[in-house]
């Protein structure tokens, strides 16, 4: 079982920067790939980035490639997106993810077996 929870969201004018962190707890922590995904109120989850659980391979999103990056500290169970150049529609509870994916990202929903509780990220225009 693994135990996540997210915290550094908040309020940002658009242009700036974020970054959010995940903490997680339980055994096999580092032996999963994770995730970040979010979601905006009547919209589907959304993935925004993902990386193998030791760090040497990552993917994105096409909204936040370039802007966006996602990293992983496995001594200190945590993962981390940085977020450069805000915009409006960055705007929406992410969420943290992690599981055993056969394919060693996460990338759908349905790749995640564990999930935190999300934090609120507001880009202001």
């Not at 996540?4 to 920067?17: F, H, K, P, T």
């Not at 096999?28 to 993935?47: C, I, N, V």
């Not at 980035?49 to 945590?78: H, L, P, Q, W």
Request: net charge positive.
């Amino acid at each position: 079982q693994v135990q996540l929870v997210e915290s550094g969201g908040g309020l940002v004018q658009a242009g700036g920067s974020l970054r959010l962190s995940c903490k997680a707890s339980g055994r096999t922590y580092s032996g999963y790939p994770m995730a970040w995904f979010r979601q905006t109120p009547g919209k589907d989850r959304e993935f925004v980035a993902t990386i193998s659980r030791r760090g040497t391979s990552t993917y994105y999103g096409d909204s936040v490639k370039g802007r966006f990056t996602i990293s992983r500290d496995n001594a200190e169970n945590t993962v981390y997106l940085h977020m450069n150049s805000l915009k409006p529609e960055d705007t929406a509870v992410y969420y943290c993810a992690a599981g055993p994916s056969i394919s060693g990202m996460i990338i759908d929903n349905s790749d995640a077996s564990y999930w935190g509780q999300g934090t609120q990220v507001t880009v202001s225009a």
